[in-house]
């Protein structure tokens, strides 16, 4: 979804944050294994304490048992770490991905055709100018900025182990030769579980957050997620990247969620009360502060007590009221002589793993070019897909001429559009076949380029 096409009013987050996520069953398979979740803070409290939470998980299991645990994770995992109040973020994130591990156990344990299911899950948390990565297996979070295109996990894949820890595997000799789909950590199988926690780390106005499962990390280059973030809203960038993916085969299911940070400011407008706001400001209490508030209202009510009993001299109660009544101004007008002071948290992870350039280039033009040509090819021939050929035939027009004056954001820009216009025009048949005629006629047609969007 497209968090921003919501209504401003009750989405208060909307000046400072925007998100599209999308979730495709790829060409090859007949049912989609990932799931994502995305929980936009409801208020400005909740913004500051626990921040916005992304979810995104691939399932693995026969009988639909991946479905059931990718589900669980992007369901449960984020309940989990919202409960932990408790806790700092990063203590609450690897706990809530234990928590969803030990409910993955369970639903295994408790029915054959579940038996080893597990999923992939990554969860990412956007607070005001800090963020976390909760991460289990080979899906993957990165950020945008300045032009670089950061991995900020490290992939859970005997691959990655390998390459990077080769004495712990030397078995393997040649990286080339290790199958790229097998994980080295899940939800759900693994014993002795080790969730990798990043963060806090920085985060800034125009920072971009992509999280994606490897139905596009294994058909998409680094850079090339880089460019299409560089160039396009979180709405056209996540319905770019899953069209791409397919059209390169798509052997995979794929989601993709994209986060833009807009400001790390506390809106002014929306989303919480005045009380609210002026609470978010004030730092809590520390343990001696709520003694001597305490305190101050027992001493304040015996003050009253012995004022209307006379028990002591009116000088004394006089006094005590007095006493009473600055104490409590100092902890409740006043609430920064008393705060806590907000302790350093030590950074975890070792990321960034892996960095690109998101400028675009030549390589990126000629191959989104040569992808627009047979994508067309194809459609031409097809009467059932009827597409304003002309505005295509325009727009590809426009992007040879960019990429002439060398202009590769223009081209980049151009054949983009060309791919996603003509795959919503696909889109369209594929789901009005499926609502007129039988499921397996439909995904004759599905093998076609495009895809089934689910949401």
Known sequence: MDANKNDKTANWWSSSLVYSARSDVGMKRRN?????????????????????????ADGMGAHKAGELASKIAATEAPQFYLKRTNQSPSEALSGALLDAHEVIRKRSEGNFDFNNMGTTCDMLVLMPGVGYVGHVGDSRVYRLRNHVFEQLTFDHSLVWE????????????????????IITRSLGPTDNLTVDVEGPFETQAGDVFLMCSDGLSGRVEDSEMGQILELFSPADATEALVNLANLRGGPDNCTVVVAKILSNELPETRGSSKQERGYEKRPPLTIPAW???????IFGLLAAVFLVFRFFPGGWTSLGIAVSSFVAFLCVASPTIFG????????????????ASSLPTQAFCDSLETTCQQLCAQMRNDP????????VDRARDMAVKAREKNDFAGSVRANICVVNYIMREVRKYVELVKRTRS????????EKPGGNETS
């Open 162 to 181: 390998v390459k990077y820890f080769p004495t712990s595997h030397s078995a393997y000799r040649q990286v080339e030769n290790i199958p790229k789909n």
């Open 291 to 297: 003694i001597l508030v305490s305190l101050t209202a």
């Open 384 to 391: 059932n897909v009827e597409p304003d050929w002309n505005g």
């Open 340 to 355: 806590q002071v907000p302790k350093q948290v030590e950074r975890q992870g070792n990321g960034p793993y892996m960095r």
């Open 32 to 56: 989609n294994q990932d799931s994502y979740s995305a929980h936009p803070a409801p208020t400005t409290r909740v913004w500051r304490t626990r921040g916005h939470v992304f979810v995104v």
């Open 439 to 446: 499921h397996s006629v439909a995904h004759e047609l599905y």
